[in-house]
């Protein structure tokens, strides 16, 4: 069994910042790409960034320059560092991992979410 546990959210005025954290657990070989998506009431998931084991990153347009994914392989973690925060991107940010969960066997594991809520 494969858990993803976010923390980090909260209420920020705009041009704040916030960084959010997802750590894995559970019994797994590694863990292949793991990323951030977000998500408002109603609305399909959205992507905000991807980052691969090897550390190659991807980003969603809207926050490009603002948003750095980072990773700990030793830690199990994903890292969201968001500045300059604008009133559109609250939301319930969730994390997603590739888990290599025995030999030729991975799955997407996803957390339950962090509320990011920003203030105008």
């Known amino acids: 069994q494969v858990q993803l546990v976010e923390s980090g959210g909260g209420l920020v005025q705009a041009g704040g910042s916030l960084r959010l954290s997802c750590a894995a657990s559970g019994s797994f070989f590694s863990i292949n790409a793991m990323g951030w998506y977000r998500q408002a009431p109603g609305k399909q998931r959205d992507l905000v960034a991807t980052i691969t084991i090897g550390g190659t990153t991807n980003y969603a347009d809207s926050v490009k320059v603002r948003f750095t994914i980072s990773r700990d392989n030793a830690k199990n973690t994903v890292y969201l560092q968001m500045n300059s925060l604008k009133p559109e991107d609250t939301d319930v940010y969730c994390c997603?991992?590739?888990?290599?969960?025995?030999?030729?066997?991975?799955?997407?594991?996803w957390g339950e979410g962090t509320q990011v809520t920003v203030s105008s």
């Open positions: 997603k991992a590739d888990v290599l969960v025995r030999a030729n066997e991975s799955y997407d594991y």
